[in-house]
């Protein structure tokens, strides 16, 4: 154990190193944003605000300002989840009876 | 009285007895009634000029002298005009005056085709080529085929298949669930809110929504489709639109092409 563990404080070291990277941080953000928006538009329900704030996200990530594409994805991936959300809640609405249904 | 019990409680887990399509019609049919005591349903092909009396005025003045009629003579010209086989709009349409069977669910197809669609299909069935969904020729065009075929009632076919009934499900559910970062549905704004004003606009009935298209909206500054009007709703909503002609969009024509049965086309008309 006592032999492995400077091997172990590297690896940790570098997996540190590669979360604090601002560029690759940034690049998982804009990913899963785009991954969220691209199921709600799957749900039939995107958000334009979404589309429009992950557009943000990948101009401001081509520019190389990442921390503004950070804040864009995260807001654009917030934006998709409610609108999946929506989606969800929205499934079973004409199951009810048309049209005084909630 | 166990056997009674389960039947109720079945009965309620199921969520209640689902409408069928004629069943929501009159269901409809009656949420504007008792609303507008004294406006006949009928009279909801004006849209919202049916219940706003000074709005209704000033339609009247600017009907006298219509900006869609230059998009009527447009069209009238494409109508006449050959295909390349020698062929023409008239072998596919007679007269024109076909706007009353549109949308129609064809079976063969397993969906819905709208007038749109069908024009663009008798273009490339002879040898022309498809105009694109926002061309000004496809609208000009629907404009003159909507405008001989006025006075014609709307006829839509009870949905006689399982696909049939699925594509009238999914334009109902369109229409019935909440969307964009605004969280509205159509019915918020055209059932429960109908005859509201949002902010200056007073809200309109939709049994009447599909019987004037195409419009020349002043907003637009030209004429322009039903689905483009349905691209502006969900856009307001906050909601990213889908493109015109696109399923969800002939779904929900087709849905409200059903619930206006027996109202006549009046289009095309103007619109603020």
């Known amino acids: ?102 | 009285m166990r056997a009674l019990i389960c039947c109720v409680l079945a009965v309620l887990a199921s969520g209640g007895v689902q409408a069928g399509p004629e069943e929501d019609r009159l269901a409809l049919r009656k949420v504007y009634e008792d609303r507008f005591p004294g406006v006949p349903v009928e009279a909801h092909k004006d849209g919202v000029y049916a219940i706003d009396e000074s709005a209704r005025a000033q339609w009247q003045e600017i009907e006298e002298f219509p900006p869609y009629e230059i998009a009527v003579d447009a069209g009238e010209a494409l109508f006449t005009e050959p295909f390349p086989d020698g062929a023409g709009f008239a072998d596919c349409f007679d007269d024109g005056a076909v706007k009353a069977r549109y949308p129609l669910f064809d079976e063969a197809q397993s969906t819905v085709v709208t007038l749109e669609m069908a024009i663009n299909a008798c273009r490339t069935s002879h040898g022309a080529t498809a105009w694109a969904n926002d061309a000004p020729e496809l609208t000009n065009l629907v404009a003159y085929m909507a405008f001989i075929s006025r006075g014609q009632i709307i006829a839509v076919a009870l949905p006689a298949s399982t696909a049939a009934l699925a594509a009238y499900e999914a334009g109902k559910q369109f229409y019935m669930a909440r969307r964009g970062q605004l969280n509205f549905a159509c019915k918020s704004c055209h059932v429960q809110l109908v005859g509201n004003l949002l902010r200056a606009e007073r809200l309109s009935a939709s049994v009447g929504q599909v019987t004037h298209w195409p419009v020349y909206r002043f907003k637009w500054e030209e004429v322009g489709g039903l689905h483009l009007r349905f691209q502006e709703c969900n856009s307001q909503v906050g909601a990213e639109p889908f493109e015109l002609q696109s399923e969800p969009y002939r779904n929900l024509e087709y849905f409200l092409s059903y619930i206006a049965n027996g109202l006549p086309l009046n289009g095309p008309a103007t619109r603020k």
């Open chain 1, 1 to 102: 154990m006592r032999q492995c563990l400077p091997t172990l404080c590297l690896a940790s070291l570098l997996l540190a190193g590669c979360a604090a990277d601002p560029a690759e941080s940034a690049r998982l953000a804009v990913e899963k944003a785009s991954s969220l928006h691209a199921q709600s538009i799957q749900a039939g329900y995107p958000w334009r605000e979404s589309k429009r704030r992950l557009a943000a996200a990948e101009t401001a990530l081509a520019a190389g300002d990442y921390a503004a594409a950070q804040t864009e994805a995260e807001v654009a991936a917030a934006l998709a989840q409610a609108s999946l959300d929506q989606a969800a809640a929205e499934a079973n609405a004409s199951k009810t009876q048309f049209p005084f249904a909630q």
